[in-house]
């Protein structure tokens, strides 16, 4: 069955460093892959999508690469912030619009 | 606009009794999606709707569930009859669009936080 996997254990870095997420994924061919940021009590917002195509793709201090060999796909949030302190989950698409997420990296950005 | 709203907040039921949530999708959007989140399983797809019509249900975890969509500014969710194990946190998410090419992002609700006592 299709899997996703994120670091289950929480990420804790000190504030100005790069931040590194890690979505693996398994039994699965998507057409892209997104990046959601979700805040405790709130729902998911979201960050980015890249395609099965692309390689890399950034966004003013995010950046996210896709490796479709590999099956893995990097976020990262360069100069960090405390305000950056989220979880992040990723979440796989692909044909019938269906989307697989998985359970989300909770990050930590000290100050 | 005021996003994705859903009602109630929070939810607490006894088990046995029925559980209705409702969503207010984004006026526009042609998609509404339904996922319950928990720590276990994380967060998974439960139905999602086309123009009021819903297109997969194969999330939806068994008959206690069910969904409807009787026009595009309202949907809900019920669970009849409700069990501890559905205790969770639904949300209701909108898309305006979906396909090759497009960013398929989803605008998700605040939630509803289900207590089954």
């Known amino acids: 069955s299709q899997k996703i996997e994120q670091n289950s254990e929480a990420l804790n870095i000190q504030e100005g460093k790069t931040a590194t997420l890690t979505c693996n994924y398994t039994n699965y061919s998507p057409a892209y892959l997104q990046w959601y940021r979700q805040d405790p009590g709130r729902g998911p917002v979201f960050l980015l999508l890249?395609?099965?195509?692309?390689k890399e793709k950034r966004k003013e201090r995010l950046k996210v690469t896709f490796d479709t060999t590999l099956k893995q796909s990097l976020f990262h949030i360069t100069a960090s912030q405390p305000a950056d302190s989220a979880t992040y989950l990723c979440a796989l698409g692909g044909g019938g619009f269906k989307t697989i997420f998985g359970a989300g990296t909770r990050l930590f950005v000290k100050a | 606009d005021a996003g994705v709203i859903q009602s109630p907040r929070h939810e607490v039921t006894e088990m046995g009794q029925e559980v209705t949530l409702r969503c207010k999708p984004i006026s526009g959007h042609d998609y509404l999606f339904w996922y319950r989140q928990t720590m276990m399983r994380g967060l998974e797809l439960l139905i999602y709707?086309?123009?009021?019509?819903?297109?997969?249900d194969s999330g939806m975890p068994e008959d206690r569930f069910s969904a409807k969509m009787p026009n595009a500014s309202f949907s809900t969710l019920k669970i009849q009859p409700s069990e501890p194990r559905d205790s969770a946190v639904y949300f209701c998410a909108s898309s305006p669009e979906l396909g090759a090419g497009r960013l398929n992002e989803q605008f998700f609700g605040p939630g509803t936080r289900l207590t089954v006592l």
């Open positions: 709707f086309n123009n009021n019509v819903p297109i997969d």
């Open positions: 890249i395609r099965e195509n692309e």
